[in-house]
């Protein structure tokens, strides 16, 4: 592979002497104020003010009745999974899941925690293509699903990168096949959507929603997530289930299945910490991504799109994808790549080798579901119909689905809070170069 700082395409270009990071979290302070509370009161568990108050917070902010503390976003995934599960298909024995037997339809291109809880749940995903308007599951291809497999009731949607999905098709779809919605907001947190002319945040779309205060997403607990619903019955079901299931007995007793999903204390007390700042740092993670639209807009390139007359993303992740003509040749195997220097042309290896050689970390956009080894046999439906099984040795045409073509033509850009616009500069000038 190509040594970048030696290429004279590169000349000129310092490295970043400290590491430029994709996400990171981004403190202010407060977060050691409300972590020293919880050890100063020795509420050092999984109860305590901070937890009551994030709880009331991300309740207040986002627009629901209840929210509750998880220890990650996937936990809350697999609870509003297995929620769902359970009022579709009743009460699972001890040793199955409440899917079993049941396919769910599932956005394809998004991190894996978002439908492996379809997996714990014994459940069969059905992968839907991604529409290229929002990188978001396709509604046309959702329909498709359902005349496909009509039985199916549940639909697991992802927003990705923090930009919302089509949800008014997406829900009109769902309603009139009677099918429920676990809604992933883990990525996007604070970003609005129009739903039916009124403005509402992501995190409300769903039948069962789920946020993520992971280390790299917009606000942090340096873990964490919440299950966020306006069913009191849910909410408590919830909470019930994050702690092992305990009745009301003296003794541990115990009717379901339970785990150890609630939220620490501690980390709620560095997402109590962070809450002020949730609407700063948008507006900081909207100016990069703005900055990264103006400063590339010579090249053959977009930035990950939004629909801007009914969503506001929070601008988690900004991402760019290649032009088709403007594409240097790279191949990928399961785990390794290679790719050609063209002039005038780049390809994302290139671009993210470029990068981590002047120290900035960049990230290839989320592999399909469909493409990923464990779900190979999974079925998979795009706008066409069954996705699988397109290619022909004896008609001509790719078979790529949209999916695959973002995958292989977009990646992940430097989007920390904390990057100045020199550094973003930096970052942009390189890329440019990339395609000398
Ligand atoms: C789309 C998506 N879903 C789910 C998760 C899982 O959240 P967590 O890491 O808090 O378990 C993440 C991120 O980590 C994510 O990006």
Redesign the pocket.
């Known amino acids: 592979m190509n040594d970048f700082l030696t290429d004279p395409r590169f000349a000129g270009i310092k490295p970043f002497e400290s590491k430029l990071w994709l996400s990171s979290p981004t403190m202010h302070g407060d977060e050691q104020r409300w972590v020293d509370d919880a050890i100063r009161t020795n509420w050092v568990s999984t109860v305590g003010a901070n937890i009551n108050e994030v709880e009331r917070q991300i309740a207040e902010y986002i627009g629901v009745k209840y929210a509750v503390g998880l220890?990650?976003?996937?936990?809350?995934?697999h609870l509003a999974t297995k929620l769902a599960g359970e009022k579709l298909y009743g009460q699972a024995r001890p040793n199955q899941g409440t899917l079993q037997g049941h396919r769910v339809f599932c956005?394809d291109m998004?991190?894996d925690?978002?439908i492996n809880p379809v997996a714990y749940e014994d459940g069969e995903a059905v992968f839907i293509d991604t529409e290229p308007d929002t990188w978001n599951m396709s509604p046309e291809a959702l329909e498709k699903a359902f005349e496909l497999y009509p039985d199916t009731k549940l639909v697991v949607v992802?927003?990705?990168y923090g930009t919302p999905g089509k949800m008014d098709r997406i829900k009109s779809i769902c309603d009139s096949h009677g099918a429920l919605i676990v809604e992933?907001a883990?990525?996007s947190l604070g970003a609005k959507y129009k739903l039916n002319g009124t403005w509402v945040e992501t995190g409300t779309l769903g039948n069962y929603n789920?946020i993520?205060?992971?280390g790299?997403?917009i606000i942090t607990g340096s873990?964490?997530?919440m299950f966020l619903t306006d069913s009191k019955a849910d909410a408590d079901k919830a909470r019930k289930w994050s702690t092992q299931s305990r009745e009301a007995a003296p003794w541990y007793q115990h009717e379901e299945i339970g785990y150890n999903y609630r939220m620490s204390n501690i980390i709620a007390g560095i997402v109590r910490g962070q809450m002020p700042y949730l609407d700063e740092h948008i507006a900081q993670k909207k100016a990069i991504y703005e900055r990264y639209k103006a400063g590339l807009a010579d090249l053959p390139v977009r930035m990950n799109p939004f629909d801007e007359e009914n969503s506001q993303p929070n601008f988690w992740l900004s991402c760019l994808i290649i032009d088709e003509d403007a594409m240097a040749p790279m191949v990928r195997g399961e785990q390794d790549y290679l790719y050609k220097s063209e002039p005038g042309k780049s390809s994302p290896h290139e671009i993210l080798d470029a990068l981590a050689a002047f120290n900035a970390e960049g990230r290839p956009i989320?592999k399909p579901m469909h493409m990923q080894p464990i779900y190979r046999t999974n079925a998979f439906v795009t706008v066409e119909g069954n996705g699988r099984g397109r290619t022909n040795a004896y008609i001509s045409g790719s078979g790529i689905d949209v999916g695959a073509d973002i995958f292989r033509r977009g990646l992940c850009l430097p989007s920390d809070n904390k990057m100045t616009p020199e550094q973003q500069d930096r970052i942009i000038e390189i890329i440019h170069r990339c395609f000398l």
């Not at 220890?71 to 995934?77: I, Q």
């Open positions: 220890s990650a976003g996937t936990a809350a995934l956005s998004t991190f925690a978002s992802a927003h990705l992933d883990a990525e789920c993520s205060f992971n790299n997403k873990a964490g997530g989320w």
